[in-house]
């Protein structure tokens, strides 16, 4: 359709259209006449923006628009049929309300890559060719003088044929592209027939059986089921016996995991199960992967879809049931522009589709876990380890007074050597990596400090450097103090480097591999590690939070937590949680097969209360008693929270600016706090500070959240300022 001239169009009707630009509600856009019939919502369309044109998505029609006299027409639509289905179309609005963000920057979660483009979406089957009008019209026996062009013919009079099964047949590349050059043939896309062939399943444990049966009674209906395992006790295989019995019927599950949850292996488990019926969406893969995966999850030629976070919003032909593992992992909440908890917008997508949702974890979130306490949501508990693994033992080493190598205890070491004395594995858990946290001037008290940041700079040695862990900047080792010109420059504080070299010292005949993010880069890298392990020599693992998550290492037997400390004392409302959260799944990590494991926690705050009773105690227990401090403050999961956060180039203009939006405002049933500068001001060269809402009721913060955002887009905020409004915020510092 040519484009139109705005004004003399005859509008038939009103279109809302979401459209990419920083506004919280949807343009209305007339429909040019020559448009018959009613345009469904979830269409895409290209309309004009100021000076541009761009692509909408349409919500809704109407006869009337509260805008009439200022108009525009759309231009051009560009579906025959709609690429967003109402139920994802409801959820993406709910989502851009919820978590005050512009409209169309999240309507279009939905769609791919190219769809964003304005291209149709990705073919989804086998890349292949058929017959055109003139291949069609040549008789049964022409082309004898080609035989495998005429064997090529042959097959095609029956139908269209992939790439794949020409060349099974003896016709290459080289004879179908003589048969394109005689515009015989044309290019085709083959849908592959679903070739969903379920393996036998493992015989499940009498809890398998008893969570296997639960969820799976509640299959097309809206159901939460919290399904808390301790490390290794087979949730992965409830998943895939819960999942079998949907895709049996032929519907679809959309399965969400961590960023570092989705190795080869874990999708490799599922295609050993269900066969090539799977789409994969991850931030590592090229566009084109993506785009052709999300057809495939909206076409339903995939049965199932894995993804990361991003994967909530991916389209579904036919979904019977979401699974949500290691529901309590950070990685779910996206922390800037668009921020949104992917695990609850599971939860909302599943009442949208009214049918089950599974959260999964050893380490239950509290949200999650107060739901099941209180009977929202559906507890089932797997208590025991599947197959013959053993329960490890556990001690804490008090290192007040101790002497320490790179940070090791002798208990601890000499731990390790009787390991892999007994040809088994070690894992050691610390949580900084570099060589050191600190570098200062021993005679003047000088500190190595970012500039660009409130933060010290970390030492590390490979390469030498300084480097701010929180701006990436790096620079070279000083070699005397800028401050006095002492050449005494000495480190404080333990990273992984160090540690690295002390291990190196002591068991110079063992395999000590170190596993950060400075030395695991690569997508594989992780994968690799676990081959490795895998195989079963003796070597010692040293690794950050990287290794607690994700990756099973059967072969580790001992487990040590190098510095517990540095996980305590955190200024966040969250700092307990996610200590007990680390410690129990670095814990877990130990004697996951035949061989019993042993686990120390190395401290010199022994008496903490967490410190002493993770090891004692059962997580849920310790959940349900740091939930009630969190209750009794009115911190979520009671009441709720947000955060107007600003970022800028000059500290008071952030917080000139967040005053003049709080200004004269009365919010009801709810308090403001602040502004106040971020834990750390200054990052990246910006200037940080927030507003936080809190309230008894969400429904208070919310509106609250929203008349502020509304406040702060009619404000004049001054250049390079930006503001973001942070809803159930996984940090309130
Ligand atoms: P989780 O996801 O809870 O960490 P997994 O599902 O990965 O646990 O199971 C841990 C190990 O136990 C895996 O090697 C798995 O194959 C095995 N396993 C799980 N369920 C069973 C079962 N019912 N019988 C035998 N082995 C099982
Ligand atoms: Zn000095
Ligand atoms: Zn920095």
Not at 152 to 181: D, H, M, N, W, Y
Not at 215 to 234: A, D, E, K, V, Y
Not at 481 to 492: A, F, G, I, M, N
Not at 639 to 666: E, H, I, N, P
Request: overall charge positive; glycine content about 8%.
């Amino acid at each position: 359709m040519p484009p139109q001239d705005p004004q003399s169009a005859p509008a038939n009707g009103i279109v809302h259209c979401a459209v990419p630009a920083p506004l919280f509600e949807a343009l209305d856009y007339a429909k040019p006449t020559v448009v018959e019939g009613p345009l469904q919502p979830g269409t895409r369309v290209r309309v004009p923006l100021g000076r541009r044109s761009v692509i909408g998505v349409v919500l809704s029609t109407s006869q009337h628009s509260d805008h009439e006299d200022k108009l525009r027409t759309l231009t051009e639509i560009l579906d025959t049929t709609p690429l967003i289905d109402d139920k994802l179309l409801a959820l993406l609005q709910w989502a851009a309300h919820y978590y005050v963000y512009p409209l169309g920057e999240v309507v279009i979660s939905g769609l791919s890559p190219r769809e964003r483009r304005g291209e149709p979406p990705a073919p989804t089957g086998l890349a292949g060719i058929e017959l055109n009008q003139r291949g069609k019209g040549l008789p049964e026996h022409a082309l004898r003088r080609a035989p495998k062009q005429a064997l090529c013919l042959r097959l095609l009079q029956k139908g269209p044929q992939s790439f794949e099964t020409l060349e099974q047949a003896g016709v290459s590349r080289a004879v179908v592209r003589e048969l394109i050059a005689k515009h015989l043939v044309m290019a085709c896309d083959i849908k592959r027939p679903p070739s969903i062939q379920i393996k036998p399943h493992l015989p499940p444990t009498r809890e398998q059986a008893t969570a296997i049966a639960a969820i799976n009674q509640t299959q097309r209906h809206f159901s939460c089921h919290l399904l808390h395992g301790i490390t290794g006790s087979g949730k992965t295989e409830v998943y895939l016996q819960c999942i079998a019995h949907v895709v049996e019927r032929g519907q679809q599950a959309l399965v969400l995991v961590p960023e570092i949850g989705l190795t080869p292996q874990i999708i490799q488990r599922f295609e050993q199960r269900f066969g090539p019926v799977i789409a994969v969406l991850h931030s590592g893969l090229a566009d084109s992967e993506r785009d052709r995966h999300w057809a495939m999850a909206r076409d339903g030629s995939a049965a199932i879809v894995i993804g990361t976070r991003s994967a909530v919003f991916a389209p579904l032909h036919n979904p019977g049931l979401i699974i949500v593992d290691e529901e309590h992992d950070a990685s779910f909440q996206q922390q800037d522009g668009f921020r949104y908890s992917g695990r609850d917008t599971a939860v909302k997508r599943a009442q949208l589709l009214d049918c089950p949702i599974v959260l999964g974890s050893a380490t239950p979130s509290l949200e999650s876990w107060h739901n099941a306490v209180q009977g929202r949501y559906h507890l089932h508990t797997l208590k025991e380890r599947a197959g013959s693994a053993l329960e490890p033992s556990k001690s804490v080493i008090d290192i007040r007074g101790l002497d320490l190598h790179g940070g090791l205890s002798p208990t601890l070491v000499s731990a390790v050597k009787e390991t892999l004395a007994q040809g088994q594995q070690a894992l050691l858990f610390l949580n900084r990596r570099g060589f050191a946290p600190t570098l200062m001037c021993h005679d003047c008290g000088w500190v190595a400090g970012c500039i660009h940041c409130d933060a010290r700079l970390t030492l590390h040695r490979k390469p030498p450097s300084l480097r701010c862990h929180h701006c990436n900047d790096r620079q070279g080792l000083p070699i005397k103090c800028p401050d006095c010109s002492s050449k005494r420059l000495v480190s404080e504080g333990m990273g992984t480097e160090q540690t690295e070299l002390a291990l190196q010292t002591l068991l110079p005949d063992t395999r000590i591999i170190r596993a950060d993010s400075d030395s695991m880069t690569g997508r594989h890298a992780m994968t690799h590690l676990a081959l490795e392990l895998e195989s079963g020599e003796p070597c010692v693992v040293l690794g950050t939070q990287l290794i607690t998550k994700g990756h099973h290492f059967p072969k580790v037997t001992c487990v040590g937590v190098i510095d517990a400390d540095s996980l305590l004392f955190s200024p966040d409302f969250r700092g307990e949680e996610r200590l007990l959260q680390l410690l129990t799944q670095v814990a877990g990590r130990a004697g996951r097969a035949t061989l019993p494991g042993r686990v120390f926690i190395q401290t010199r705050h022994a008496e903490h209360p967490i410190i002493k009773q993770v090891l004692e105690r059962p997580y849920g227990e310790l959940a349900t008693q740091i939930l009630e401090t969190r209750l009794n403050a009115a911190l979520p999961p009671s009441g709720a929270l947000a955060v107007m956060r600003c970022d800028s180039r000059q500290l008071q203009q952030g917080m000139d600016f967040l005053a003049s939006v709080v200004k004269s405002y009365q919010p009801q049933q709810c308090r403001l706090i602040g502004p106040l500068p971020a834990a750390m001001a200054r990052r990246a060269g910006l200037f940080r500070c927030h507003l936080i809402i809190h309230g008894k009721q969400r429904s208070f913060v919310l509106q609250a959240a929203r008349e502020l955002a509304k406040r702060a887009v009619h404000s004049n905020s001054p250049q390079g300022l930006r503001w973001s409004m942070d809803i159930d915020p996984a940090e309130s510092i």
